[in-house]
C-alpha cells in the first residue's frame, strides 16, 4: 500500500494565469519552494499523483498548445529527481459533472486499492480539491498562492465541513505534511 500526496496542478504546482490557461511558455511559472518540497516529501516515501481539470482540452484548445508548457514542467521536476507516479488530466466542462473530474474520483478508482488513503493527501488551491479530498478520503491542504488567479478558494473558507488546512506557502504544506504523517 503506498502514501500518496494528490496534486492539483494550476495554482497548486503552477501559477495559474487569468484565463485560467497555461498554453503557451510564457505562462510556466512553478509556486516558489514547490520543487524542493515535493522532492523531500518524495524522499520521505510519498507517491506523487497529479490530478488535473482542463475544462476543454482538445476543444476550446488543443493538446499541443497544452503539452508544451506540461512536458517542460515535468522535464523540469524531473531534473530535480521529481518523479510522479501518476498525471491524471480530465477535460470535461464543469457542468458535465463527469465521474472523472474533480471532485468526482473516477480517475483515481483504478488503482485506489494501491493507496492507504490514511496515510495520504490531497493537496489543491480550490473547493474541488477539498471536496475530491473529503470524496477519496484523504487529508486536504489547501495552498493559496498570492500571485495565482484566486479561483473559488474563498468559497472553501466558508464550508467548514470540508475539513482542510489553509496555507500559502510549500514550506508550510511540506511541514505539516511531515508533522502529521
Ligand atoms: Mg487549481
Known sequence: ??????????GTLIREPHDFRIDDLSKLSFLPGVIGALKRLS???????IVSNQDGLGKDY????????????LEIFEGEGVRFWKT???????????????????????????VDVKKSWM?????????FAKNLGVRSITLKDPLSNDGDV???ETLPEFETVKYTTWAEVEAHILRHA
Open 154 to 156: 474563498r468559497i472553501t
Open 123 to 131: 493537496v489543491g488551491d480550490r473547493k474541488t480539491d477539498a471536496v
Open 1 to 10: 500500500m503506498k502514501k500518496v500526496i494528490f496534486l492539483d496542478r494550476d
Open 43 to 49: 524522499d520521505a516515501g510519498y507517491e506523487l499523483v
Open 62 to 73: 488543443s493538446w499541443e498548445a497544452f503539452n508544451v508548457a506540461h512536458q517542460k514542467m
Open 88 to 114: 491524471l488530466i480530465d477535460t470535461h466542462y464543469a457542468s458535465e459533472n463527469h465521474p472523472e473530474r474533480k471532485p468526482n474520483i473516477g480517475l483515481v478508482q483504478p488503482f485506489l486499492d494501491e
